[in-house]
């Protein structure tokens, strides 16, 4: 019985191991993926929403896996409480955790449909490149293929949790490429409260490279961002008005409260905005249906217009 009763324990403990790895990305990643797959799919049933979150997490942890043990030395002054710095794994069992999880994402893919399994291997791909093969040292890289790789996981998770495991509709491809977009464009917002540790690693982040130019930016984008998302998904004026006044107020702390308590604070309000965001699928539908997609001609006209100018 004891014995049985270590076992047992052991199992929990390394369980929850491997959920540190994810736990500092629940509120930005696991959640408003979800709520984006939920949204744009949309859902099939009730019981795919299950299937959903562990396609999401298990792409999630992957990645996670194959950051943390690049640069456990930074986690020692950003986050000590993740598995490696905290002492309840080795970097070598967590290297073999991170490939042996590679075959796990792509066997699971595989059970859906050769697209999800493509998706699955780019998300996979990404991740070498920005972890393997340095693509996190520099600030545009860094956002780009963060967001790329945030594309991935809504685009798996929107085509586990949809009826039709092979493809996406044009309302969802439109919301994944929003969502790159904004993330690409306002993605630093998370980096600001981890500047120190950052410098210390060597990786040269926006708010390090351009300390003032990058707040300025944030502070303009996510207000920005608010007006042509209730824009382009035609919110109402209540709806809109809420969304705007909140994204003016995110990015109005990033420009004015600086300290590294105030960042902090500050990158929990932008992961509600961003999460916000990604309901509006399904307002579209509700309002709208399925038959009908948003219009880019807005983007397209502000696009013309400056290229024209």
Not at 214 to 242: H, M, V, Y
Request: glycine residues 4%; charged residues 15%.
């Amino acid at each position: 019985m004891g014995i049985q009763s270590f076992d047992l324990g052991k199992i929990f403990s390394d369980l929850y191991t491997v959920f540190l790895f994810t736990r500092s990305d629940i509120r930005i990643a696991l959640i408003p993926v979800t709520l984006f797959a939920v949204a744009a799919a949309p859902l099939s049933s009730p019981l795919r929403l299950l299937d959903t979150i562990l396609w999401i997490w298990l792409h999630l942890l992957q990645f996670n896996v194959a950051n943390q043990i690049k640069a456990p030395e930074e986690d020692k002054i950003n986050k000590p409480s993740r598995p490696i710095p905290a002492g309840r794994i080795t970097v070598h069992d967590a290297t073999i955790l991170r490939w042996a999880l590679v075959p796990i994402c792509l066997a699971y893919s595989a059970l859906y449909s050769v697209q999800l399994m493509s998706v699955s291997l780019s998300m996979l791909l990404f991740t070498a490149w920005y972890n393997e093969h340095d693509g996190d040292k520099e600030p545009l890289s860094k956002n780009l293929l963060t967001a790329i790789m945030y594309g991935c996981l809504e685009m798996g998770g929107t085509l586990v949790a949809a009826r039709d495991h092979t493809q996406v509709s044009p309302t969802g491809l439109i919301a994944t490429e929003l969502t790159v977009a904004v993330f690409s464009s306002t993605l630093h917002a998370q980096d600001f409260k981890d500047a120190d540790g950052d410098r210390q690693t060597g990786r040269r982040t926006f708010p390090i490279a351009y300390p003032i130019i990058s707040r300025i930016a944030i502070g303009l984008a996510i207000p920005l961002w608010s007006i042509l998302l209730t824009l382009l998904w035609e919110l109402d004026l209540l709806s809109a008005t809420a969304f705007v006044a909140y994204g003016c107020y995110v990015g109005t702390r990033f420009m004015f409260y600086r300290s590294v308590q105030d960042d902090k604070r500050s990158c929990k309000y932008y992961s509600t905005w961003f999460s916000l965001h990604h309901l509006f699928p399904a307002y579209w539908y509700y309002y709208h249906g399925a038959s009908e997609h948003p219009s880019l001609a807005f983007v397209e006209y502000i696009l013309s217009g400056s290229i024209i100018a």
